[in-house]
């Protein structure tokens, strides 16, 4: 590759990165599908910015390009955020504490309980099997609910 496209999918993708606490890890070594998702770009695009990474120049170049986002980023707070790209202070670490994550957060609780695993998995910095158990524990809620319908 002789350089570093500067496609309008590449600047999102590059920007979505800057914003991603883990951004260039879950470019990486992430599901092609989940990592598309995740950073809300086509995969195609992941394909490109991967194929970058394996060049030397490549990938020089979009790790500057990453830093270089970052660093407009942070002098620049008005630029609006990319949903899911928030870094959490700490990650849920119990199933009760992933739903009320997810309650709180732009996606919801349906993208805790019907979103591609490894995608909430990263979105909240959280192990795949955590978000399995906060699934049961939605779903042993919901069963009690049809249960015991509110009079």
């Given amino acids: 590759m002789s350089g570093?496209?500067?496609?309008?999918?590449m600047r999102d993708l590059v920007l979505h990165l800057a914003r991603h606490h883990r951004g260039l890890a879950l470019l990486h070594l992430a599901d092609l599908e989940c990592t598309a998702?995740?950073?809300?770009?086509?995969?195609?695009?992941?394909?490109?910015?991967?194929?970058?990474?394996?060049?030397?120049?490549?990938?020089?170049?979009?790790?500057?390009?990453?830093?270089?986002?970052?660093?407009?980023?942070?002098s620049n707070p008005g630029i609006p955020a990319t949903p899911g790209s928030e870094v959490h202070q700490r990650p849920p670490r119990t199933a009760r504490e992933l739903v009320r994550a997810a309650a709180e957060h732009v996606y919801g609780l349906g993208f805790l309980s019907e979103g591609n695993l490894e995608s909430v998995a990263v979105i909240f910095h959280v192990h795949p099997n955590l978000v399995l158990r906060a699934r049961a524990l939605l779903e042993r809620h919901a069963a009690i609910r049809a249960r015991h319908p509110k009079r």
């Fill in 37 to 74: 998702v995740t950073l809300g770009v086509d995969a195609l695009t992941v394909v490109e910015a991967r194929d970058a990474l394996e060049t030397p120049e490549g990938r020089a170049q979009l790790i500057a390009a990453v830093r270089q986002a970052r660093l407009e980023l942070a």
């Fill in 4 to 9: 570093l496209s500067t496609s309008p999918g």
